[in-house]
């Protein structure tokens, strides 16, 4: 079932998110990494990143928190050693780039531009802005803009980039225009907000960084919203949808409000095998529901109902 | 590294009670082959519509060939999920993941092994004595726990090695105190060439410094939370050395759990070094 | 175990949350609703409300959506049927109210204002400004502000003015700041982040409303974060910390995280005994750990640690 | 109402298959002695650490006094709760909450009384037939459904009532077509002087209709999704005609399930009717 990111043409819609596939080798046990949709790698930073501290991970219900903090060995040993593999066998690899300024973003950027392999750029917006005292560029519409921009100058014009958004903004179709105006060809969403679990017995957070990620299915109902939002703002607006999907019904929601591809994220590690079965099961739900192409149950929820009333309810 | 990992639904066999342990021996053939002594599963926990989205990981305590292969753990009711594996009955299925992680390296000629065991640590070293009684290693015990309901496998260890030091902090059984304190005198004693230890991180870290004094070589099987097991989400990170002299932020799952004990920087367990490879401020403080 | 709003004394820390008591009347047939550390009213409107069309709740993992639209038979019939009924019994009651405008809640905060029977009163920010073209006070601080200066000002000097906020905004801290610097007495948090479900068989949002508030333990991670930023930036603001608390264990996370009381709302539904449960639960706990007096604590995991350090996480 | 509801945590005595049904027995002691024919109970389903927050309600089949009191609610699998609790096996423990809701009125004095049911909603109508013959009254049938496999308690109607009609959509058992289809000549054979029904919406809006054009009191019991089942969510409501003429959004949990059919404005369920009290636009709209 073929799927579309801007313009360029996957074999299938389910995609790994970003910092949940590793480098693609350690899933491959399991699953053919070069038949997803595409991989989505973690975030790519120029430096090599040690990390939080442990503990990184807690669970809560139907979610977790992660707190890994980026690490990674730096955009020059994943383009010696981690890129090559995948382009290698074929796999289309998007890159997720993480950065603390305009600058950073930029120049990974450039640093990507000619390297083959290449499918598509996603931009982590969800990092803090050192020169505006942390702030996340995803909070900011006007530095998320900045740099979509300035990515997607230096990016060759025919790879795409997409701009990854977070829920745990006032107004994500504020900050999703902002970075379709900045040039994105594509939005990712939704990035993990910000959550926190406290270990009652040590009386301390449970994760050594004290905030982390919130991740799982817990967090569905606010991909679908933001999924729903955006696509009904920016209608021709390619969204990648993510955020608990553990299922093919999960990922036809996600279709349904509005998503033309879907990532699995926290689902993986539990069923590293989850990316095909869920394609197969979506193919299958879209099959009984007679559709024979994706793209016609792209955003289908939002055609008018009668006893539906769709504006955000107050409560 | 014996083959890859693979998911299967395997199906309770039998569930015993050791003491304040539970041991679980589940069929699942693709596991129980691959297996060398070291490996871990993971499991899943909860039944459908489970909260619980995360596996857990145990060590392998043994496999044996009966009903096309069966895989054991033991384990200790720590919170809900092992509260959930605690009531787990004959003829349930369970979803394992397995074999995982870097089994502990066996030495090529005969040699003097001394396995140090913790608490439910203690499991993954039995099926490890046997391989090394193969290989016509000399296999001594050091168990040890809190109190005599927490030590695992004295009875087997007594029986398989050639000798078998037990210690609790509560003088229960065998000598009051810790593996650690009696290690010395036995690695004189049994004129040990190695040491394996598996245990909390303290007892892994004293394990560690008396072999580092003694100057034999010490290989640890470590415990750190894992979201994954598979290597894929960077959880489970611990400051190692690598052979380059650098310190590395490395994963329990998949470069361990077994490492070279002078390796593991346990007194920075819980932190980054700052002389650790892309460490904050070392690079850019971000 | 005594619990301080402000400088009113409760008798203990376990209130239940605005929207999932009913009137009082309906729980009392469980438990003794007199002996609540007090019990939030659902919103209360000037006029009566029908609220919104069914169905008005979907189930997700580990958590709900509801959009009730705050059906209400207004505030006459509230002080004239409900109030006097709890008044009478003795039982706290913390009147929250919703408006559409400074205006509209001003008005009902001078209608408060002489009733008897009124422990505080509880600002359910997240309503839609109609001035502002809908957007919820609570994602913009000045007009929060205004709402609780003027609140503030209308309602007896005695009587605690606190605000409740919504998670889902950029910064929740800003939001916090405004409207203490307003006049708040306290806050409380969290209020339902919007979210959404689609019946993937029906192929439409699963709530007639389309969106929904998302309550239950799919959002304490972002319960605790909030008390836990909030707490380190304004120590000196009472907490009320509320958002899919089930158990004494979930109450004393909020605890430490630096709420002085915790409020129960989803979990009523399942288990209509929950508060007094909740409060023997926490009692133990704070008495397993040597805690005479609650006050001791608030805000607990908030002390240096070794290993920690607390700032947000990038991921 | 007979008294106040409580919660227990009930012991399943037996399950069965009814054709396309599950039947579960509880041990509930508090729940049976309260009961009376149309009340409601609510489950708490799947186990610990579910991910599964809100009950689910069932229409009281039936209660004896056996064991200190039981009770037995029929249900189709729908969702993941359901096929939990198609799960459930005798002994395993269950959290109910009941009896809920308003009972089915009785008539004062003798009267034929047609019983109406759709699917699954025949499963009150035997304990309430029960009482209407304690009373003294005439009981008729009649029950349908899509398929015979989902007609439920045919052999028991035909056992206990004066007539049984059979209704199937596919015509696979009784006449082919609605239970609303016939109505109208099983009400003027048996003279009918009030009808009780159950089942899906539509078809007590037409069961309803028929009853009105008859003039002939009708009794429905409604269902609408429920996050509690007590009264204090406002998730269950439905447009309501009260006795001072005013349309009320008002709980099915609480002041239903059981109406008067006449009041319940079905062509305006699942929206707010511009006239109901406190509508948007009526007054203010927001
Ligand atoms: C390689 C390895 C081998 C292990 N072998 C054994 C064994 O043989 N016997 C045994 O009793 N226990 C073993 N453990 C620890 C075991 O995994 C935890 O006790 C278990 O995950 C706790 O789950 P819970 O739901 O009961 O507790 P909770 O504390 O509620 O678990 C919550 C979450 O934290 C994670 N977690 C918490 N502590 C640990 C930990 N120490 N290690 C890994 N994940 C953790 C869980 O996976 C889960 O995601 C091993 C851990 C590792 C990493
Ligand atoms: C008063 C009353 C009596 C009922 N009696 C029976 C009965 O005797 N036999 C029977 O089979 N079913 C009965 N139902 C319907 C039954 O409650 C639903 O089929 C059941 O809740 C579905 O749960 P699920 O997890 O399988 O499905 P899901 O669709 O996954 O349920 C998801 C959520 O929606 C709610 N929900 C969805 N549909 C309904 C509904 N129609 N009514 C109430 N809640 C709903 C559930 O409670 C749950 O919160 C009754 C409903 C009501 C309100
Ligand atoms: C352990 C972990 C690491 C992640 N790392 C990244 C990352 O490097 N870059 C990024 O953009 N998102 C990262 N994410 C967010 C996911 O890509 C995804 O947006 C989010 O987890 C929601 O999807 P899920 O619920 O399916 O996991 C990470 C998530 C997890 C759980
Ligand atoms: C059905 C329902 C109705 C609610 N109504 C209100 C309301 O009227 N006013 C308000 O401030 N909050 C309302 N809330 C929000 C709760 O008070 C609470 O802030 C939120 O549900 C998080 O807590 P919980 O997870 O314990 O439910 C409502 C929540 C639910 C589930
Ligand atoms: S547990 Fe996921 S990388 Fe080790
Ligand atoms: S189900 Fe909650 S009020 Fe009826």
Redesign the interface.
């Known amino acids: 079932m073929r799927a579309y990111l801007a313009h360029v043409e996957l074999p299938n819609p389910i995609l790994a998110a970003a910092g949940c596939a590793g480098t693609g080798r350690e899933l491959s046990a399991f699953a053919d990494v070069t038949r997803f949709g595409a991989l989505t790698t973690r975030s790519i930073t120029m430096a090599p990143r040690a990390g939080r501290p442990t503990p990184r991970m807690a669970e809560t219900p139907s979610g977790m928190l992660n707190a890994v903090g980026l690490q990674g060995p730096g955009v020059e040993a994943f383009l010696a050693r981690e890129l090559p593999w995948l382009a290698e066998r074929g796999a289309r690899t998007v890159v997720s780039i993480g950065g603390g300024s305009v600058a950073e973003y930029t120049a990974l950027a450039r640093r990507l531009a000619d390297a083959p392999g290449v499918t598509a750029v996603e931009i982590n917006l969800s990092c803090p802005n050192v020169d505006d005292r942390g702030r996340v560029f995803a909070r900011d519409g006007g530095a998320a803009a900045e740099v979509v921009a300035s990515v997607r100058a230096a990016m060759r014009y025919d790879v795409p980039v997409v701009a990854k958004l977070a829920p745990d903004v006032a107004d994500v179709v504020a900050i999703a225009r902002a970075c379709v105006d900045g040039g994105a060809d594509a939005l990712a969403m939704i990035n993990t907000p910000i959550g926190m679990s406290i270990d009652v017995d040590a009386m301390r957070p449970a994760l050594a960084a004290g905030t982390g990620g919130l991740s799982g299915p817990a967090i569905r109902p606010l991909a679908v919203r933001c999924v729903w939002q955006v696509h009904a703002a920016l209608p021709g607006v390619p969204l990648i949808g993510m955020g608990g999907v553990t299922s093919g019904r999960d990922a036809l929601e996600l279709v349904l409000a509005g998503a033309c591809a879907v990532a699995v994220g926290t689902t993986l590690f539990h069923d590293p095998y989850a990316c095909p079965r869920i394609l197969r099961e979506l193919e299958e739900l879209l099959h009984e529901r007679g559709f024979d192409r994706l793209a016609d149950a792209v955003g289908l929820a939002h055609r008018p109902a009668h006893r539906n009333d769709l504006e955000e309810s107050p409560l | 590294m014996a083959g890859?990992?693979?998911?299967v639904t395997g199906t309770v066999l039998t569930t015993r009670r050791v003491d304040a342990y539970h041991a679980l021996t589940v069929v699942a053939p693709g596991i129980a082959d691959r297996f060398r002594p070291g490996h871990f599963v993971t499991v899943?926990v909860?039944?459908?519509?489970?909260?619980?989205?995360?596996?857990r990981a145990f060590a392998v305590h043994d496999v044996k060939s009966d009903y096309g292969g069966t895989v054991e753990f033991v384990f200790a009711v720590r919170g809900?999920g092992t509260?959930?594996l605690a009531d787990r009955k004959a003829r349930d299925a369970l979803d394992m993941?397995g074999p995982l992680g870097r089994p502990f390296p066996l030495p090529r000629d005969p040699a003097t092994c001394l396995l140090v065991g913790g608490e439910y640590g203690s499991a993954p070293l039995f099926a490890l004595a046997d391989a090394l009684h193969q290989r016509n290693c000399r296999v001594d015990f050091v168990l040890g726990a809190a109190s005599s309901d927490r030590v695992f496998g004295a009875l087997r260890a007594r029986r398989i090695g050639e000798t078998t030091t037990l210690t609790t902090q509560d003088g229960s059984l065998g000598m009051r105190g810790s593996v650690v304190d009696v290690l010395p005198a036995v690695i004189a004693d049994t004129r040990a060439d190695v040491v394996y230890a598996c245990g909390p991180m303290p007892m892994l870290r004293g394990v560690t410094a008396v072999c580092v004094e003694f100057d034999i070589p010490v290989q640890v099987s470590v415990e750190?939370?894992?979201?994954?097991?598979?290597?894929?989400?960077?959880?489970?990170?611990?400051p190692v050395i690598g052979d380059d002299g650098a310190t590395?932020?490395v994963r329990v799952c998949?470069e361990g759990p077994v490492f070279r004990g002078e390796r593991v920087r346990f007194d920075d367990?819980?932190?980054?070094p700052f002389d650790?490879?892309?460490?904050?401020g070392?690079?850019?403080g971000?």
Chains 1, 3 share one sequence.
Do not use: K, Y
């Not at chain 2, 489970?50 to 596996?55: A, C, D, K, W």
């Not at chain 2, 750190?224 to 611990?238: D, F, H, K, P, S």
């Not at chain 2, 367990?269 to 980054?272: E, Y």
């Open positions: 890859t990992p693979v998911q899943a909860g039944g459908p519509q489970t909260s619980m989205l995360t596996r809900p509260a959930w993941v750190e939370a894992m979201a994954c097991g598979i290597g894929i989400c960077m959880t489970c990170v611990v590395r932020m998949t367990v819980g932190t980054i650790a490879l892309g460490a904050p070392g690079d850019r971000r």
